[in-house]
Structure formats: C-alpha cells, structure tokens
C-alpha cells in the first residue's frame, strides 16, 4: 500500500454497481484529500471480433457515467480512468498493491439467502488485496453509527483506528463492540476495550463502547442493521486461518451495511505504511 497522499481510492466499475461505488469512492478520497481512479477490466479475447467493439463501447460508456456521478458528488476529487484486459480480480488486487484503499461492489451478496461462493469478485478481492477493501451495498444505509468489531488483537486494533477515522469523516458516532463467550470475560474487555479507544479516538468522536456475550459474526451482523458503516479486521485474533477470518466473512457476506475490511497497514488511515 502506498501512503495516503500518493495513492488513490482505486474503484472497481462493474456493469451492476457501478454508480454507488463510484459515488462512495468519492466520498472516501474526498474525505482523505486524494484521488479516485475508476478501472473497468473485461476479457477480450473470449469475445468474438464483433462483439468486442460493442463491448468496448459499453466500457467507455459505463467509465463515463461512474466519472460524472464522482464529479457530481465530489467536484474537487481528482478522477483518472482506466479499461483493462483480464479479469477483474486480479486488476484490482494488482493495482491495490498502489492503491490507498479499494472499492468494489458487493455483487447483492447482502440479500442471498444462499451460501455465497468464495469465489464471489467481492470476497476475492477483501480476501487478496494490498491495502483495506470497502465493499459497497447497492441500497443506502441508515444514517448510523460508524461500527468496529474488536477483540484485543494488533490488526483489530488497527481497524479501530480506521473505524475512528471513518466516524470523524461521516461525522457520526462511533461504536465499538467486543464479544466475548463467557459472562466472565466481560470486565476485563470492557476495561480493555475502553483503554483502546481512550488511546486511539480523537477527542471529537462520540464513542459508545459495549461488550456482548455471543457469536462475534452473528452480533456484528445484527448490530451493523443499523450501522452506515462497518469496519473489521481481516482475520482478528484467527492467525491460523486463511485471507479471511470467520468474523469478517460473516460480516462480509451477510451484513446489510456497507463494510470495510482492513488489511495490509498497520495503523491508522493516515499512516504511511506497506
């Protein structure tokens, strides 16, 4: 990941998304003082010869209208485009390695009621990329609170210092929530949880903090219902397991808000890291 000044929010423009990730990408870079590059990939050479024009003029088209609907949101926000060849993955998980953060639609993976593949685009690109990932629901979200699942770990703590981030930017409350399994662990996390966002939230952010006794996928995506955002670590406290912890794959997959899944820094959103 590049540091902030020098890298742009790098929006992924699909044919079914294309507007509200252009629209929110814009709101993140504005909010962060860079820019958005809008990419649009497609294969070619599994396209006939007469389909390929026709499809090219589809992918101008679909990079102009994302262009205009960043202009009109944000007028100040630098915009640069690009079309590619190739899958769409593996543009964005090539280019995340520059990128500040990378957006992508979610595919209407919020409203499936069937087991979501894991090679869904969405959970490719969360799973893979170089830098947090902000995967955008196609309907708004309520005007909520900014949400942040912790639980002790170093890259749980890192996502709280971008939930803070986010919360200042959207000018909305943030809140914090720790699951335990035992009723027995809630004072010390609650000490703990507090003594975190005591070190890493800005004095002007409004902070709820609450430990909950339960399944740490299950709270989060109950709580983010009324959430406009929701922030997570990649794995959490999960070392062991693969690109994607349990948590933020449940979140990832069933949560009705937007979600960002906080991978390759290591401190906050202003933090010039790799």
Not at 52 to 57: E, Q, T
Not at 79 to 91: D, L, M, S
Request: proline share 7%.
């Amino acid at each position: 990941m590049a540091s902030t000044n020098d890298a742009p929010v790098l929006a992924g423009i699909g044919p079914d998304d294309a507007l509200p990730v252009a629209r929110v990408a814009a709101r993140v870079a504005a909010g962060h003082g860079c820019g958005v590059h809008l990419l649009h990939a497609f294969n070619w050479a599994a396209m006939a010869a007469p389909a390929v024009s026709g499809s090219r003029a589809d992918a101008e088209r679909l990079i102009a209208e994302a262009s205009e609907a960043v202009r009109l949101s944000q007028p100040k926000v630098p915009i640069t485009t690009e079309i590619v060849e190739g899958p769409a993955v593996a543009n964005l998980v090539r280019k995340s390695e520059s990128a500040f953060l990378v957006a992508v639609g979610d595919g209407g993976m919020a409203h499936c009621d069937r087991c979501i593949p894991a090679d869904s685009p969405a959970v490719q690109v969360a799973a893979r990329a170089d830098c947090p990932v902000l995967v955008v629901r196609r309907e708004p979200p309520p005007q909520g609170p900014v949400l942040v699942g912790v639980d002790g770990s170093a890259s749980a703590e890192t996502a709280l210092a971008w939930a803070v981030a986010a919360a200042k930017e959207l000018q909305a409350r943030l809140m914090a929530v720790w699951v335990v399994d035992t009723d027995d662990a809630i004072e010390a996390a609650t000490q703990r949880l507090g003594d975190l966002v005591a070190r890493v939230s800005a004095d002007e952010t409004a902070v709820e903090c609450h430990v909950v006794r339960g399944e740490p996928g299950s709270v989060l995506v109950d709580q983010s219902r009324s959430a406009q955002l929701t922030v997570v670590a990649a794995r959490g406290d999960e070392p062991w397991r693969g690109m994607l912890g349990a948590v933020s794959q449940a979140v990832l997959y069933h949560a009705p808000s937007p979600v960002i899944v906080v991978r390759g820094v290591t401190g906050g959103p202003d933090a010039d890291g790799s």
